[in-house]
Each structure stands twice: as structure tokens, then as C-alpha cells.
């Protein structure tokens, strides 16, 4: 009997599917597009060349071109856009909510207003964790 938190491998969209038109920026271990399920104008997703299922199993060198070029297309964004901020996400394994298991990272353009309390950004991962300044002791 499966168990559903580990559904079987289904081919991998970025090394099946990925159409070299959608392609808006690339390097020499990474390349970039718009994200098929955007949560703002401008998602994209920064994708290892090499299918490997977690960031932490790409070579130090295939790691820093992948930041290479998040940060190269932010400043591409930066200037499109002009967002007044940006959430940058990797989630690294099915507990941390990891999806397609090829390493990707979500660069996502944000607007003041866009929600109506940005505070916590990443930390919404875990709602209840979520609003540390509300902590006892907690930071403001």
C-alpha cells in the first residue's frame, strides 16, 4: 500500500516538458521562466540544467550560477516591473513542500498592499509560527 504523502514519480515537466520559447533567461547550469501557476505578475522559476531532486545535491559550482542568474533576473524584473520587494523560495524535500522534484527556485515579485499583512514573508510555510512578533518576548 502507497503511502500519499510519497506519491509515485511522475516525469519531471522540467526535463520533459520545459519548451526552449518560454526560456526568458539562462546560464551555464540554470535556466528561467515564467512559473505555470504564477502567485504574482512575474513569477518565475530558476531551474537547475541537471535533474537533481534537492538543491543541497547540485555541485557548488551549479549552485552559485543557479543565485547567478535569480539574481541577474531579479534585476530584469527589478526594472520591468518595478515591485517594491520580491520572495525568493526553495523548497528542498516533500516535507518542506516540494512538488516537482527537479531543484527549482521561485523568485516572486511583490507589491506594497498585495496582501494585507506581508510581515513573516516565508515563515507563512508554518501558519502557526507564522506571527512571531505577536510571541511573548517576541521580536517586533
Known amino acids: ?32 521562466f515564467p512559473d505555470g501557476y504564477p502567485v504574482s505578475p ?3 522559476l530558476v531551474v537547475s540544467r541537471r535533474h537533481a531532486a534537492d538543491f543541497f545535491e547540485l555541485s557548488a559550482e551549479e549552485q ?27 523548497n528542498a ?15 516572486i515579485p511583490r ?3 498585495d496582501v494585507d499583512d506581508p510581515r513573516g514573508g516565508v515563515r507563512w510555510v508554518v501558519p502557526a509560527k507564522a506571527r512571531y512578533w505577536e510571541w511573548e518576548g517576541g521580536a517586533e
Open 111 to 113: 507589491w506594497a498592499g
Open 42 to 44: 512575474g513569477h518565475h
Open 64 to 90: 552559485a550560477d543557479l543565485w547567478r542568474l535569480v539574481a541577474e533576473l531579479r534585476e530584469t524584473l527589478r526594472h520591468e516591473l518595478r515591485p517594491d520587494g520580491f520572495n525568493v523560495g526553495l
Open 1 to 32: 500500500m502507497s503511502d500519499p504523502a510519497d506519491p509515485p514519480e511522475l516525469p519531471c515537466p522540467f526535463c520533459e516538458r520545459l519548451e526552449e520559447g518560454r526560456l526568458v533567461a539562462q546560464s551555464e547550469h540554470a535556466v528561467a
Open 93 to 107: 524535500g516533500r516535507a518542506a513542500g516540494q512538488t516537482v522534484m527537479h531543484v527549482h527556485v521561485h523568485l
